[in-house]
């Protein structure tokens, strides 16, 4: 069982984003905008123009989606070896 290192999971994180981006860029800017920017809810709202609600829910459903794809590229590297 090997172990990622940080750089190897910080090139999965950004391969995950950039998918994410591809299909939902607000959802990709709310994770840009909390993870990095270290904003909170109302502030990411307020500069995507959107409710504190939606903003809820958008982060909700992207941090699920990001587990699950972080999950398949790490059983993807898995089978490659």
Do not use: N
Not at 39 to 51: K, P, R, S, Y
């Amino acid at each position: 069982f090997l172990i990622a290192s940080p750089a190897e999971d910080m090139l999965a994180f950004d391969d995950a984003l950039r998918k994410l981006e591809a299909e939902d860029e607000r959802k990709a800017r709310l994770v840009m905008l909390r993870v990095f920017a270290g904003l909170d809810q109302a502030q990411v709202a307020e500069i995507l123009g959107v409710t504190e609600r939606t903003i809820e829910r958008d982060w909700k459903f992207t941090k699920a989606w990001l587990k699950r794809e972080l999950l398949d590229q790490a059983g993807d590297e898995e089978d490659d070896r």
